[in-house]
């Protein structure tokens, strides 16, 4: 009939299955690592090194600059027992006897700070006290260190710290000192056996210059607080 159209030919399973499916790709090649090569290029100027200042980096804290401040004041308190007593107590005679001021306060000191410390406090003191002048020799230094440390000792042993014990023990430091230069003295001939009141005088005046010396430098060792190891 002349109304009926044409009918379009049919495709097979097959071939719609192949026009439904995707078109595979061809499989990517590889890439290739490429090695990253680092330039260095050489300065015309080095920089300059960086200057490190021993004053730039030490720092203190307050309790540190407290206790500094505290052993410069045991210095400048020793420093002034000297010129006393080169000036005015070396003038004042008892008996023919002369008191050892600055003895007094390097012994009163290191009975206060305790062995450790106090030990190390009247070694430097005492160098210095015998290249000032005022010692009567080399064999102070080890004398005073000796008792100072022994002293330190006794009472850190035997009783509790207490103002009776650290004047006591300094007090009997210092006399045994002055008797001690009496017997080196003696055994170089440097005295005689007769001038032995007069040094016995002069190691009681000295144990009893630590009574008015114990409130002052009780005060300085309260600076910064004060740690006491028994």
């Not at 003038?91 to 006897?97: E, L, N, V």
Request: glycine letters at 6%; a positive charge; aromatic letters at 14%.
């Amino acid at each position: 009939m002349a109304n009926e159209r044409p009918s379009r030919p049919r495709r097979s399973s097959s071939a719609r299955r192949s026009a439904r499916a995707p078109a595979r790709r061809a499989p990517a090649k590889p890439k290739q690592r490429q090695k990253r090569v680092r330039r260095t290029l050489p300065y015309e100027f080095k920089p300059d090194a960086r200057r490190v200042s021993p004053f730039k980096s030490l720092r203190f804290t307050h309790l540190q600059w407290l206790q500094l401040l505290r052993w410069v004041c045991y210095a400048a308190m020793c420093m002034l027992c000297l010129v006393v007593q080169d000036s005015i107590m070396s003038r004042i005679a008892i008996f023919g006897a002369t008191t050892d001021l600055a003895v007094s306060a390097m012994l009163l000191i290191a009975v206060l700070e305790g062995s450790e410390v106090g030990s190390i406090f009247i070694l430097i003191a005492s160098t210095i006290f015998y290249f000032s002048g005022s010692a009567p020799g080399p064999y102070s230094v080890a004398m005073l260190t000796i008792l100072g440390l022994a002293a330190s000792l006794l009472r850190q042993a035997v009783w509790t710290r207490s103002r009776g014990s650290i004047v006591l023990c300094a007090g009997a430091a210092a006399f045994l000192y002055e008797i001690g230069l009496y017997v080196v003295g003696l055994f170089l001939g440097l005295t005689r056996w007769y001038r032995f009141p007069r040094f016995f005088f002069i190691g009681v005046f000295t144990a009893l210059m630590i009574f008015p010396l114990y409130p002052i430098i009780y005060r300085i060792g309260q600076i910064g607080g004060y740690q006491w190891k028994e």
